[in-house]
């Protein structure tokens, strides 16, 4: 077993007091409290000035907006041949996202479902089973460029079905 030689320089990390690390965890708490909040009234108002749903601005201003971490980490990893940091990433943070925050926030106060969720839930099985059969079929277990051009251009495609 290889072992990894140990970090001997800690000048590059900084140490905080106790105290200040607590400032910083309830400071950054406060103020992501308050970004959400700016997100949701913000995209309130984004989808009554241009006139569709708050469901359309959701499901594609807020997502992306949202996702872009999720772009970046897995852009990087895939770069430096992490392949398993790049789809684990995007699958841990779905499966997240909707068994975490979903069952938290129905927790904390009852969700209301519009069935007019139906059809982009068909959507989202209809994209997992896609991933599926890319990453698992062939020899190489590989997600290729043809196929990421797929998914891109299903996005796109349910993207301009949102918005007509």
Known sequence: MKKLPAETDTSAA??????????FIVGGLALLISGGRLVVSNAVEIATR?????????????????????????????????????VGNIIGS???NICLILGTSAMISPVQYDPAFNTDTV?????TLL?????????????????????????SGYTIYLLT
């Open 94 to 96: 779905n499966i997240f």
């Open 14 to 23: 900084k140490v905080f007091t106790t105290a200040k690390t607590w400032i």
């Open 50 to 86: 241009l006139g569709v749903s708050q469901k359309v601005i959701g499901l594609t201003i807020v997502a992306a907006g949202t996702s872009l971490p999720e772009l970046v980490t897995s852009v990087t990893a895939a770069l430096k041949k992490n392949s398993d940091i790049a």
């Open 131 to 155: 991933l599926f059969v890319a990453m698992f079929s062939g020899r190489r277990k590989k997600l290729d460029r043809w196929e990421g051009f797929v998914l891109l251009s299903c996005y």
């Open 123 to 127: 959507l989202l099985i209809f994209g």
